[in-house]
């Protein structure tokens, strides 16, 4: 980042005009947070995936407001000079804008989170313009919606074709008007991420979205290979600790039943 000062959301949009590249990971407990702050990390998402990698659920619907909250407040406390983004579960922001700016309020006043990130299209753009006129920082999320999963029926790469980029590009304009101060981009054509960055003034964060955008954001069990399921396609695994874990745990459980663990040098 260049600073040993806390990041603002008036410093993502310096980044992007000076072209420096903003880095943001996902984290869901405090010593994950805490190596993350620790490397430069400008941005931590407490990403509503912690459904399945943490909470060992099918996809991101089942978590809770609680639930996130709850992990949000652990990775702030993990990482007390970070920038946190709070990731809105599934239905916390659509019921009503009043329900949507109490729930986002929370994030902030309970669980100490910087800022709030939402999925949606431009239909959603009135309710961000009345949280952002509340003062509660917005970064939008638009293409790929997992939180959709159930009216979509697959997760795609979106914007493939001509209509369909165009209205996307519309979504991110209408996001940027509601005051948005970055927003993701999921799952698109690397040049409709180029395409959409270059449209907008607020910084774009691509997760399968190309080399042009603002920055990356990954999910931090892909990044270090703890997820040995599916490796999405978007991901680079940088270590993989699920051999590393495995081999630990077993050596662990054979030295225990050779009655290896513990010795003198372990009691007391």
């Known amino acids: 980042m260049g600073s040993a000062r806390k990041p603002t959301v008036s410093l993502f949009r310096k980044m992007k005009n000076e072209g420096k590249k903003i880095v943001m990971l996902t984290a869901y407990d405090a010593p994950t947070a805490k190596l993350a702050q620790e490397c430069g990390i400008d941005i931590i998402l407490v990403g509503d995936s912690l459904g399945m990698a943490v909470l060992g659920y099918a996809s991101t619907l089942p978590v809770t407001l609680d639930q996130s909250l709850h992990h949000c407040a652990a990775v702030r406390r993990g990482a007390p000079d970070a920038f946190i983004v709070g990731d809105m579960p599934f239905m916390t922001c659509h019921a009503s804008e009043s329900e949507a700016l109490k729930n986002a309020a929370r994030y902030l006043q309970e669980a100490g989170c910087d800022a709030v990130k939402i999925e949606g299209d431009a239909a959603l753009a009135p309710t961000v313009e009345r949280m952002v ?44 008007a509601a005051g948005v101060f970055a927003m993701v981009l999921e799952c698109m054509p ?79």
């Open 133 to 176: 006129h509340a003062g509660i920082p917005v970064m939008g999320h638009i293409g790929l919606l997992p939180q959709h999963i159930k009216t979509s029926g697959v997760y795609r790469v979106t914007g493939r074709g001509e209509e369909e980029a165009e209205r996307i590009i519309a979504d991110a304009k209408a996001m940027e």
């Open 190 to 268: 690397a040049e409709l991420g180029k395409r959409i960055t270059e449209a907008v003034g607020v910084p774009t964060i691509g997760i399968g979205a190309g080399v042009h955008c603002s920055g990356q954001v990954q999910v931090v069990n892909d990044l270090l290979g703890l997820f040995t399921d599916f490796q999405p396609k978007h991901s680079k695994r940088y270590a993989n600790l699920a051999d590393e874990i495995r081999r630990a745990f077993t050596e662990y459980a054979d030295d225990v039943r050779a009655q290896k663990f513990p010795g003198p040098e372990n009691s007391f």
